[in-house]
């Protein structure tokens, strides 16, 4: 590809779309908002909480036509593209190659670099050519399912059974039992129980240990670490019941010391940053790298191309640089000239979900009490304005996010702030933190 020439000067400002509509595009543009850079500042979709600060554009995340009209109707000079699925389905791509768009600057990898969480089976192979430590494993379709029985009957318990593509951060499965693995793994590969996503299947071995994730921008040559911080991904209490797309979340991690940090570096952040430029796969944007530590030393879990959902709602509180100045170095392939600044305060978030997420659950019950909350950022997830309320839309509905001295007396704030909040059959976990 032809090295795009932005028109970006650096410290002009100006007009940002973000894209998507969770809690972590409404902590993006809470962020880009402070920006002395930013002229006028767009969300599409958005949500109630981004309505507040920035204009709403009714457009799909993945209506790349739809979003190149409101890009040139806004004169917008960046996008940053907040989830996976236009990344996976190629927006940089479509950006670069579209002669209205391609001086458009877009924070995120191109196609063939996002398959790093398109295909687990893709970042496995990257892992193992660029000798990143991670689990053993095998990849297996339906024409190879006896293959993948023989293969778990030589693994130990528990089995990890992972969807090779896209499966919205639920399709991992982990099974103590070889018989309802075996049952599960027909049911992924032959009853597409993904769908799409798990027409292949990634079995892995089990590791144990704790787990946190590391976040790192990149301009393709360098890069810059942002704090660790840990989700908490399981709906009950003690980390129990069904996966969710995450119920709260601490940053920075207590555990990790500076010994540990600079093995993550060394070992893991150093290789991916090195293998995408070997690999040929051009990359301006975020890697989220899921992590688990097993006696003292770091693996990869996943990658992820894009800043997870709640984590950023405890990274990007505690970043004292402005989020613009950064995107402008990214884009410009100067990241390394830029020197980024955390506040120490530990930051953590809990989110407030429907009764019944992450199975079936009733929409459309009107939120009170955000105008209490004065000492704790409320970020608005799956939320929306309706007559003048802000009603419930999804899931995961709200983040409360606060500082503090360290985790305990940051979630004494949290849990504080959420009696003032009130919507029918809410529902959050009260142990944040409890592994620490």
Known sequence: KRRRKSLLILNTTMNILILGAGGR?????????????????????????????????????????????????????????????PLVNGIYDFFLNDPELHQVAVIGP???????E?????AKEFLSRHGIPTAAYQSFTKDTL?????????????????????????????????NEAKQELKSMLVDSKFGAASTK????????????????????????????????KRIGEGDTG???????????VPFVDSVLLTKIENRIVKPTVDGLAKDNLPYKGFIFIGLIVVDNEPMVIEYNVRMGDPETEVV??????????????????????????????TAVTVMLVSGGYPEAYEKEKEITGLESVKESIVFHAGATKADGKVITSGGRVLTVTSLGGDFRSALETTYKSIESIKFEAMNYRTDIGFDL
């Open 25 to 85: 595009e409404h902590t993006f543009a809470w962020k880009i908002a402070q920006s002395p850079l930013c002229n006028q500042l767009f969300v599409a979709p958005g949500n109630s909480g981004t309505s507040s600060i920035a204009t709403n554009l009714n457009v799909s995340v993945v209506n790349f036509e739809g979003i190149k009209k409101q890009v040139l109707a806004h004169d917008i000079n960046m996008v940053v593209v907040g989830p996976e699925d």
């Open 110 to 116: 191109q196609k063939a670099a996002a398959q790093l």
């Open 118 to 122: 398109g295909s687990k089976e893709f």
């Open 146 to 178: 006896d293959q993948g029985y023989a293969f778990l009957e030589s693994v130990n318990s528990p089995y990890v059974l992972k969807a090779d593509g896209l499966a919205a951060g639920k399709g991992v499965l982990i099974l103590t039992d070889i």
């Open 201 to 232: 299947v990634v079995i892995e071995e089990f590791l144990d240990g704790i787990e946190l994730s590391c976040f790192v921008l990149t301009d393709g040559k360098n890069y810059k670490l942002l704090p660790t911080a840990k989700d908490y």
């Open 242 to 252: 069904l996966n969710t797309g995450g119920m709260g979340a601490i940053s920075p």
């Open 316 to 345: 990007l509180p505690r970043l004292k640089t402005d989020l613009l100045e950064i995107f402008q170095a990214i884009d410009n392939e100067c990241l390394n000239e830029i020197e980024i600044e955390i506040y120490p305060q």
